[in-house]
């Protein structure tokens, strides 16, 4: 046992704020306390404050597990170790090398992401990696990109919010998934200026001077919409625009068509209301607009953030001081997770994959040629759906990530990992895709190890090591530099100590879009959170990206031409609901974590489902019954709470919970064509009394 005789300054396991905080205690008795950061300022959610819990979990997995006789079984680790790698090799002998797939989380520090990028190209040699993150901000990631030329989700600080008079949150229910995030609107809320887009009156819509409340998947015609009432309103930023923006015209074109009136139609948005946030914006000394999932996870999630990027260089805010265009980041890491290549499409440094000059520099860091380097793979949901299947992945390792509860469609997911002829997954605790692996390694969890966090703003931060782990337990670097050396890779390409691979991920990210050559551990241990890019090691850090130019060859935004397309399912005679899916406040993502903290757990059990009391009663349905909820896809059973200020035609769903109560079992993977984002947020559905 280690006692902790000082408190360790560290920052918080769950979301994208990476709230500061400061565990103390012992193995056995840790705690944490709240702690000073520009994000939180000393505010903590329920999560964060019980974090401490995980700690100390009983379910904790110490030894690794083997399946024999279809049972998991405790097993040494070089007994297990072993094992995958005669497994892998023979697969990869037989089948070549994309016949192995690794599938990473938004969670893993920039550490984790970029070793199992590399374990996965030069190890494993395959092409097939990519994680969880295509499920959470990529359609703001590939937005951000084609009109910014970079995508660095909030391309200023958190607290530059609090000096705004209007913030737009389109899609983005901080006040439960970020409680603390709230404190930055206080001053637009206070001045009228909060407007929340979303088809749920949820926590966030009652902070709002303004609800917007659209049908789920019309949030890009609105946009569309408020774009055209922006410019025949005489709200046109015509100098912005003519100096630092291209591709006007084209776009225009798309939304001149519609109308208020026919934007009224098609979303439920009345035309006042339409009027009413325009104006709010327009006329905001200080004005940003930020979306989250509620816009993004969408089969049109990068055209529909396009849409409202298009409404924001209308009106002259992005690469100005005091207003913008940000994506609201959820996972822990999903900034950073998306930078160091375990991305199909990625290599270290933000770098695409298909660039020669991009391969050559990190083939350089690695020490091999640009040649020996695969290509880009599968996304996610395909790489999924591939699994067992001829031609797709035979193995799949499994890092960060619960893909049986949090991918769509997830009956189909279970039997596209029962096909495979090995399942491996590291975690800390048995996920219910760790039961279903044939072989689980159990590692170390955030307050157990050192590492570096991206979050939201793009801010680079230690998260730092304050216990020590369980007997049996080891790192995900660890890890993959076992089996590394097992596939016959030299040890020294795979260094297992964080601040060794931070070091090496500094020289890959070196001239990319997402340098971090001149951040150390030195820096980060002083006290510093330094904000991307950071170029040169006595570089202060860039807190406001796009202030000169944006990162296009001319410097310029670019406007794209979209236009609005529905849902990919939309209600019919048979399933004539919407379902839309989310978050509570007490759960996060696939609620693998929350579900074992007993203060989390008994505020939120069991599933539910929202629904307007007006639609239950023609179901049959009342308040508190259990009900199941139909798509084409499947089944989720969920008790029913009724929700007067929910839309008639709209039922919610969270997606924490496992088993029958999986909301993914009816979500639709329909995939945007350019983020490869699945629909989670519309499919449709209808509701049937659980006899
Ligand atoms: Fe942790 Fe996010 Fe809650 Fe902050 S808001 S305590 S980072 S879960």
New binding site residues.
């Given amino acids: 046992m280690t006692a902790i005789a000082t408190a360790t300054a560290t920052?918080?396991?769950?979301?994208?704020?990476?709230?500061g905080?400061a565990v103390s205690g012992n193995e056995q008795a840790p705690r944490v306390d709240p702690r000073e950061f520009p994000?939180?300022r000393g505010g903590?959610?329920?999560?964060?404050?019980t974090?401490a819990s995980l700690l100390t979990t009983p379910g904790r997995l110490t030894t690794p597990l083997l399946r024999e006789d279809g049972v998991l079984r405790p097993v040494t680790w070089d007994i297990a170790l072993d094992f995958v790698a005669d497994k892998l090799r023979a697969l990869r002998a037989e089948h070549g090398p994309d016949s192995v797939a690794v599938f990473g989380g938004g969670g893993l520090t920039n550490e984790k992401s970029y070793l199992l990028g590399k374990f996965a190209r030069l190890a494993l040699g395959t092409s097939q990696i990519d994680y969880n993150g295509r499920f959470c901000m990529s359609s703001a990631a590939a937005a951000g990109n084609r009109a910014f030329g970079l995508d660095r989700g909030m391309p200023f600080p958190v607290t530059d919010l609090d000096t705004a008079d209007a913030v737009v949150l389109v899609g983005g229910n901080v006040a439960e998934?970020?409680?603390?995030?709230t404190q930055h609107l206080r001053q637009a809320a206070d001045r009228g200026g909060l407007i929340v887009i979303d088809p749920r009156r949820t926590a966030t819509a009652e902070l709002a001077s303004l609800h917007l409340q659209p049908a789920p998947g019309t949030d890009l015609c609105l946009a569309l919409g408020l774009l055209h009432l922006a410019v025949a309103d005489g709200h046109f930023a015509a100098d912005y625009v003519a100096t630092r923006t291209t591709g006007f015209e084209a776009a225009w074109r798309m939304a001149a068509r519609w109308w208020p009136e026919q934007v009224e139609r098609v979303t439920g948005v009345s035309v006042a209301d339409q009027r009413a946030a325009v104006r709010l914006l327009a006329q905001a000394g200080s004005a940003y607009v930020l979306t989250g999932r509620g816009a993004e996870q969408h089969a049109s999630g990068a055209d529909t953030v396009s849409a409202w990027i298009n409404l924001c260089l209308a009106l002259g805010l992005p690469g100005v001081a005091g207003s913008g265009y940000g994506c609201l980041t959820g996972q822990?890491n999903g900034q950073g997770g998306r930078e160091h290549g375990q991305k199909a499409d990625q290599l270290p440094g933000y770098r695409m994959i298909a660039d020669p000059a991009a391969r050559a520099h990190v083939a350089g860091v690695w020490g091999v040629g640009p040649d020996e380097l695969p290509g880009p793979g599968r996304s996610a949901y395909e790489l999924l759906d591939a699994l067992g299947q001829p031609g797709g992945p035979k193995a799949m390792l499994v890092f960060g990530s619960n893909v049986l509860v949090s991918a769509p469609r997830s009956n189909r997911i279970a039997e596209r990992l029962d096909a495979l002829e090995l399942l491996v997954v590291a975690d800390f605790v048995l996920s219910e895709t760790a039961a279903r692996a044939d072989v689980v390694f159990p590692v170390t969890q955030w307050a157990e190890e050192d590492g570096t966090m991206t979050n939201l703003e793009g801010r680079v931060l230690l998260r730092r090591k304050a216990l020590t782990p369980p007997l049996g337990v080891r790192g995900d670097q660890d890890l993959l530099a076992e089996l590394a050396i097992r596939l016959g890779q030299p040890a020294e390409r795979f260094p297992t100590e964080a601040e060794t691979v931070f070091t090496e991920l500094r020289a890959a990210s070196k001239g990319g879009p997402a340098d971090y050559s001149g951040i150390d551990y030195d820096r980060l241990r002083a006290g510093e959170a330094l904000y991307w890019p950071v170029p040169e090691n006595d570089h202060p850090g860039t807190p406001r990206m796009f202030l000169e130019r944006f990162n296009t060859p001319d410097g310029r935004a670019r406007f794209i031409p979209v236009d609005h397309r529905g849902p990919a399912e939309a209600p019919d005679a048979d399933f004539p609901l919407y379902a839309t899916t989310g978050r509570v406040l007490q759960h996060?993502q696939s609620g693998a974590q929350t579900r074992l903290v007993p203060e989390l757990n008994d505020a939120v059990p069991t599933m539910f489902v929202e629904v307007h009391p007006d639609t239950a009663a023609r179901a049959g349905l009342e308040d508190a019954c259990w009900a199941r909820v139909i798509s084409r896809r499947g089944t989720v059973l969920a008790q029913v709470r009724t929700v007067p200020s929910l839309r008639t035609d709209t039922v919610f769903l969270p997606f924490h919970f496992p088993g029958d109560q999986r909301a993914n079992l009816i979500t639709n993977p329909a995939l945007d064509p350019t983020s490869r984002m699945p629909e989670f947020k519309v499919c449709a559905v209808r509701l049937e009394a659980l006899s």
């Avoid at 396991?13 to 709230?19: E, F, G, N, S």
């Fill in positions: 920052h918080c396991p769950y979301c994208a704020l990476q709230c905080m994000t939180n903590l959610c329920q999560k964060g404050w974090a998934t970020m409680p603390p995030f822990g996060y």
